[in-house]
């Protein structure tokens, strides 16, 4: 995905303990706090990855933009090169653009920051399309309508918390992707690929979980930065280094209790 790669986890100590909790039918919580764990270079990483905060910085400037009375001209001032007339598929794509654009710059792509993109991208496309649902294609009202409706305090704490679940799971994932299948078969943690599929759609409701901790302050922390004194990128950046920490605590949290 990148030039800074992350790379897999062999023979630590950390890593073999994440193998024998698979093995020993360990719950999904108790696997994922030990992944976050064997994995704690990697959560370094992405406190100070550009690109990581990038994603959100580009959120945060599609919420502001969706504020205003004219949305594509806000997204174009704003970095998100919007094209046509903005729906959820075309803005989506401006995000995936600008996302490029920046990796491109700064010469600093890394599986982090590709996680980041993708998760950006499905939080935009997910929300936005439910609030665009219908049987025919909706107007730049409608579509106005439900962008803005992200730029709420409570739309934009839906809108982190589904990104930051996105990135979690993904980064998990990352890690744990080729160790599972290790587990399937008989007399393995996985009797078949069904149980294998479930376990990974655990591991999504974990992330969810967790990622509840972040949507608690989300929405205040936008609002209030955005008519205190405006957002920064430096803002940004803390916040996102808060958020991951925070969800970092809350997986230990409960991984401990499983």
């Not at 401006?94 to 980041?116: C, K, P, Q, W, Y």
């Not at 992707?177 to 149980?195: I, K, M, T």
């Not at 967790?210 to 930065?225: P, R, S, T």
Request: proline share 3%; charged share 20%; with cysteine.
């Amino acid at each position: 995905m990148g030039h800074q790669r992350l790379g897999r986890l062999p023979n630590s100590k950390p890593w073999l303990e994440v193998v024998a909790l698979l093995a020993d039918g360990a719950p999904c919580a108790t696997v994922a706090d030990a992944v976050m764990e064997a994995a704690e270079d990697g959560m370094q990483l992405a406190r100070t990855d550009r690109g990581v905060s990038e994603a959100v910085w580009l959120l945060v400037q599609m919420a502001i933009a969706a504020k205003g009375d004219d949305f594509t001209d806000g997204l174009r001032s704003r970095g998100i090169p919007i094209v046509g007339d903005p729906d959820p598929f075309v803005v989506a794509a401006a995000i995936h653009v600008a996302m490029d654009r920046h990796f491109n710059t700064t010469r600093e792509r890394s599986d982090l920051g590709e996680m980041a993109h993708l998760a950006a991208v499905q939080a935009v496309l997910t929300l936005s399309s439910d609030g665009c649902s219908g049987l025919f294609r909706p107007n730049s009202r409608e579509v106005h309508k439900a962008f803005r409706s992200l730029a709420k305090e409570k739309g934009f704490s839906t809108l982190i918390h589904v990104f930051f679940s996105r990135w979690t799971q993904k980064f998990l994932t990352y890690h744990l992707g080729r160790e599972l299948s290790n587990h399937v078969g008989v007399n393995q943690r996985f009797g078949d690929p069904a149980a294998h599929d479930g376990f990974v759609g655990e591991l999504g409701v974990q992330c969810g979980q967790a990622a509840l901790i972040v949507k608690q302050f989300a929405g205040e922390w936008f609002g209030k930065n955005l008519h205190k004194t405006g957002i920064t990128r430096e803002q940004a950046t803390g916040f996102t280094v808060h958020a991951m920490d925070k969800i970092r605590a809350e997986l230990r949290v409960r991984g401990g209790r499983s």
